[in-house]
């Protein structure tokens, strides 16, 4: 394959993957959106493996063979409730290819036509130690991003004094380190630049608390770009630059879009200073437990929802655990059928990433056009019969306008407790991921409905049958 049609090949798989951005931005269009990406990918990879700078296939086959094996084994057995910890272990291993291909071109710049060792260029050298620093730091804030998830890392904020003090020198010997390189083009240093970076990635993101996970997972999405893009400059791959870049900037954006969602500074993101303090972690796991609760049933909440005009459902990722989107579906359609108007509220940060809950829902086929984000929803909850909350927690408290000390003060939440009636489905009275005590659960209008959400919702069902 000559290098012209290699390069026009190269520019149409970025169109596709630009195309595939344009159709993830909408729920109706976001299955086309994946397509023209898969389609790009494919276009990609074979103008790769058949280009012209290709001479032997035997270690790529190997490496496509074993990738692709991992990724159809993990596929198939992945659980919607797990895709967040999945996306970040994946941001991880985009992080340490960067790391590995600086590396590989350090100790060999022939390959890379980078020149010889001792005489690579001040730009080539700058980039291998900028795509080393942003891989590393992704590649280890991701994996603790992944542990808290996954559960085997705690999602409190771990901290300790000066902890921002020491971040801003390790920042600011980095900086330093990476003009000794470009001067030295010394593997000492490299090697130093790397294991400070790894040792950053760590800190930025350890003393993040859970319920900022979202914005985590995005801004580290964002950073696997430019460590693409990094990997796309060493290797004078115009498509990696273009897609690394793509990646890069729509993660930010979402990333920003994110912090406005949590009210949340988007540079105290990149910092990773704005995990919850001791102070009002502490506060946050108090219990009211000895406050007065109103615990209803499913067939109290169906004769409730069937004599309602309007209801509101509110998902979230007790929904998504639980995998009652179907049964919930079944309910709404049964509501419908009675001639209740019925529509669902979204949160930007509703379940562990976002998306989630619109993701979910589209599976059951939810139509689109029920399926409303919060600035387009929340001002109807004041005239709303019932607000049908399940399985989410902090995306619905008060204390967020109201206690100035909880971690998740500022937050702009779903008004639910505006409404006429809360139907509260939850396993338990237990904090949600900010670990914050959710005052609705103890309003005079909230009726909690405690138990599995979907069989909470096919015990309505079979109640708004017999009605």
Known sequence: MS?????????????????????????????SGNMYGIFGMVIAVLTTFLGPSISRYSWIVVAIALGGGIGTVIAKRIKMTALPQLVAAFHSLVGLAAVFVAAAALYSPETFHLGSHGHMKCTSLFEMGLGTIVGAITFTGSIIAFGKL???????????????????????????????????????VFWLL????????????????????PVVISMLNSYSGWAAAGIGFTMSNN??????????????????????????????????????????????????????????????AAFIMSNARNVIIVPGYGMAVAQAQHALREMVDTLKGKGVNVRYAIHPVAGRMPGHMNVLLAEANVPYDEVLELEDINHDFASTDVAFVIGANDITNPAAKTDASSPIYGMPILDVEKSKTVLFVKRSLASGYAGVDNELFYRDNTLMVLGDAKKVCEEILKGLKEH
């Open 3 to 31: 290098v012209n049609l290699s390069a026009f090949l190269y520019l149409v798989s970025a169109v596709c993957f630009i195309l595939a951005l344009r159709g993830l931005s909408s729920a109706a269009t976001s299955r």
């Open 150 to 188: 996954q559960g085997l890392v705690s999602g409190k904020p771990l901290t300790f004094p000066r902890q921002h003090q020491l971040n801003a020198l390790l920042a600011i010997g980095l900086v330093v380190l990476l003009f000794i390189f470009m001067g030295t083009e010394s593997t000492p």
């Open 239 to 300: 498509l990696l630059i273009i897609t690394g870049a793509l990646v890069g900037a729509s993660g930010a954006i979402l990333s920003y879009i994110m912090c406005k969602g949590m009210n949340r500074s988007i540079f105290n993101v990149i910092l990773g200073g704005f995990g919850t303090d001791p102070a009002s972690a502490a506060s946050a796991s108090a219990s009211a437990s000895d406050k007065p609760v109103k615990v209803s049933s499913g067939e109290d």
């Open 194 to 213: 790397t294991t400070i970076s790894f040792a950053l990635g760590l800190l930025l993101i350890m003393p993040i608390g859970g319920a900022d996970m």
